[in-house]
């Protein structure tokens, strides 16, 4: 076969193009550090790319819930806290009431203690994290207690406001549970319903219908609701500490509940950590180059394109006018 000068310079083109493009590949893998720039250099790995991409935003996700969740419950345990601490002295106060040395006026001293006492656990009620009342059920737009009917409670002696006049709002559905997604399939409930601990929960009817008897004994005000004497009540009074002391462990036994609950959470936030390192491991050995490898194939492709270049200009050159002179 006669071999012409068109011939060799269509070869010649032909394979620089090709060079071309395969510095060109290899340049873009060194700048973007990715194997393939479109789905179409390699199906295969596209499809496994997005599946782990999916995979690594699920775990990013399931992280910001667990640290979400970790922060709501942290300040549930520290209301919680302060209610036990504040029950506690309200079960102190009580204790030194009962004894019969002390006359009315060293109770109804008492009395304006428990009573702040008794606000406080009320203020406790509406605690908010990131603006969201964390004891209210699902009605987490809306405060749990109404502060000024719970002191217009307080102070009604002849009891005609009753205790559901203080709560504001129902607790909306499923009992007012809150539960977020921390892995695939899983949920935890990161909120005290008003209703955990039965009997109406830590906040519930209960415990200010417990704490309003005992406000009003200490004020002289009898069980039945007539007027008496604060000073000849420590049987009374004494008789209420059996309560104080259940609504109290009540209270310990929701924080014990809630402490299991962030156990679970804490065990879950590290197999998360775990399963980011792995999915982003397995996503960069699929789609990442192995930068030293793509160095030497671009400075080996460079050295066979000079080549090229070199070869084809030796051959191509000579022309007529070339032979004439």
Known sequence: MRVTQTMLTK?????????YQKLSTLQEQLISGKKIQKPSQDPVVAMQGIRYRTEVREVDQFKKNVDEATG??????????????????INELTTQAANDTYDGTQRKAIQSE???????????ANTKYNEKQIFNGTKTDQPFIDMEKLKAFLK?????ATVDS?????????????????????????????????????????????????????????????????????????????DLTAMLNK??????????RVNRLELNASRLEDQEIIAKTVMSDNEDIETEQVIMELKSHETLHRAALS??????QPSLLDFLR
């Open 251 to 260: 209270t310990v036994e929701v924080r014990s509940d809630l402490g299991a």
């Open 311 to 316: 070869a084809g200009a030796r051959i191509i």
């Open 72 to 89: 709501w419950m942290d300040l549930t345990d520290s209301a919680l806290d302060e209610v036990t601490s504040a029950m506690r002295r």
């Open 166 to 242: 203080i709560f504001t709002t129902s607790v909306g559905p499923g009992n007012g549970k809150i539960e977020y997604e921390v892995s695939s399939g899983i949920k935890v409930q990161v909120n005290v319903t008003p209703t955990d601990g039965g009997d109406g929960g830590v906040f519930g009817k209960d415990t200010f219908t417990t704490l309003k008897k005992l406000f009003n004994a200490l004020g002289g005000t009898k069980e039945d609701g007539t007027a008496g004497s604060s000073t000849n009540n420590g049987t009374e009074l004494s008789g209420m500490l059996k």
């Open 156 to 160: 009604d002696n002849v009891d005609t």
């Open 11 to 19: 070869t010649n083109i032909g394979h620089l193009s090709s060079s």
């Open 114 to 124: 428990v009573g702040q006492l008794i606000e406080h656990i009320g203020t406790l």
